[in-house]
Nanobody
Framework: VQLQASGGGLVQPGGSLRLSCAAP????????IGWFRQVPGKEREGISC???????YYADSVKGRFAISINNAKNTGYLQMNSLKPEDTAVYYC????????????????WGQGTLVTVSS
């Protein structure tokens, strides 16, 4: 089981990026999918998740700016990030949890490699 996260990069404040999380070996049916981020010296935080029954969650810090979605035909999840701020700079990870309903990193057991997002002018 592998997840492949991509889409990070350097963007100016106010800009947008879309992260992708591909699961080529299986679809996301029955799985929660989550996006997490981590900066050095801080714990990994859950910023947006979709539970296995389709309920979205957004951390207050990204609510109204980020949007999570899944394309089941492509076995790919997305995190659209708009109005990016310097404090959004972090390594972003995607993860899945079978029958999951939370957005707590400890509940997710399959992780992709991180992708770095840098928001700077």
């Amino acid at each position: 089981v592998q997840l492949q996260a991509s889409g990070g990069g350097l963007v100016q404040p106010g800009g947008s990026l879309r992260l992708s999380c591909a699961a080529p070996e299986y679809g996301f049916s029955l799985y929660a999918i989550g996006w997490f981020r981590q900066v050095p010296g801080k714990e990994r935080e859950g910023i947006s998740c979709i539970s296995s029954d389709g309920r979205p969650y957004y951390a207050d810090s990204v609510k109204g700016r980020f949007a999570i979605s899944i394309n089941n035909a492509k076995n790919t999840g997305y995190l659209q990030m708009n109005s990016l701020k310097p404090e959004d700079t972090a390594v972003y990870y995607c993860a899945t949890d079978l029958f999951g309903s939370s957005c707590r990193p400890g509940d997710f057991n399959t992780w992709g490699q991180g992708t770095l997002v840098t928001v700077s002018s």
